[in-house]
Structure formats: structure tokens, C-alpha cells
């Protein structure tokens, strides 16, 4: 069995910390895009929206599916579930706010920026995470962090959310 790291108290109060570091860092934006990486990080990104908007700023949210832009897409799976991925076409010279749940090895980060890219070039592209696992294999950091977990290889942060689990919180397991 995991352990938890993190309640359903913890992720809002996380989340509430980043919409205001981003309010802080972009007061003068007129409108901020977040974006939100499949599964988990659209309804983070849809989250972290609703604050920014309880904090003043104006908001586009959208959602992106990175199967087709992964390195690895020959090795999950022979027919990936494909959603459609969802964003402006306005992001020219503007400041992107893209969200996931979890950032590891940095790769599905890339992957997503690179299928930004083939919508538009903002000004600007900040990456914003609930947990940072450490462990990157390209150098990608995340803008706004909710929290570092530095763990090996061998275990799995396992996030659910309620609009796709039923329930909030942050778990480490030992793989097995």
C-alpha cells in the first residue's frame, strides 16, 4: 500500500498558491491561455482557471492530447485513446499557462510544447505542476510547483482527481 502525500485540502491549497504566484507574475497580461496536458492536468488547468478568474484575470482554457507528439507512442500501446486537443488559435504573442499533473522525466513536457508550437508562438510558455518527481531526462523545469517529491525510479506518484478518479490525493507506491 501507498502512502499519501497528499489530501484533497492540500491540492486546493496548492493550487490556490500558484493562480496567485501567476497573478503576481502576470499582472499586466490581459488574458492568460491555460492549457492542460490529458488525463489529469485539464482538470487541474480548469481549476487553476477558475482561481485566476476569482483573482481578476481573464482566461481561455484549453486542452491538449500529446499522444501523437511522444517519443515513445510505438511502445503504449497498438491503438492509444486519442482525445482531441483544444486551444485557441489566438495564443500569438501570448502568455501560455500549461498544466499537468505530474512532471518526471520532462519528455511529455517537450511533446506538448512542441504540438503548441504547431498551433502558434506565444510570447511566452510557463509550465505550471502539482508535484515535481525529480528525474528528468531533458532539461525542462516547471514555472510554478506545488510540490517536490524527490524519489527514484522505482516508485510511482499516483494523483487522482475527482472529475476522473471520484476522489482527490497524492499517493507514493513502490513499483512492484
Request: hydrophobic share 40%.
Amino acid at each position: 500500500m501507498g502512502s499519501q502525500i497528499l489530501s484533497k485540502e492540500d491540492i486546493n491549497r496548492l493550487l490556490d498558491e500558484i493562480a496567485c504566484k501567476v497573478v503576481k507574475h502576470h499582472q499586466n497580461e490581459d488574458t492568460i491561455y491555460v492549457i492542460g496536458i490529458y488525463t489529469r492536468g485539464y482538470p487541474l488547468a480548469k481549476r487553476l482557471a477558475q482561481r485566476l478568474k476569482a483573482l481578476g484575470k481573464s482566461v481561455k482554457i484549453g486542452s491538449l492530447d500529446i499522444t501523437f507528439y511522444r517519443d515513445d507512442l510505438t511502445m503504449i500501446d497498438k491503438k492509444p485513446v486519442i482525445k482531441a486537443s483544444k486551444i485557441s488559435p489566438e495564443i500569438d504573442d501570448k502568455v501560455v499557462l500549461l498544466v499537468d499533473d505530474v512532471i518526471f522525466t520532462g519528455r511529455t513536457v517537450r511533446a506538448a510544447l512542441c504540438e503548441i508550437m504547431d498551433y502558434g508562438r506565444p510570447k511566452r510558455i510557463e509550465l505550471a505542476v502539482l508535484i515535481d518527481r525529480g528525474g528528468r531526462e531533458v532539461p525542462i523545469e516547471a514555472t510554478y510547483v506545488g510540490k517536490k517529491v524527490e524519489i527514484g525510479r522505482d516508485y510511482i506518484v499516483d494523483v487522482k482527481l475527482t472529475e476522473v478518479d471520484g476522489t482527490d490525493g497524492v499517493w507514493i507506491f513502490k513499483r512492484s
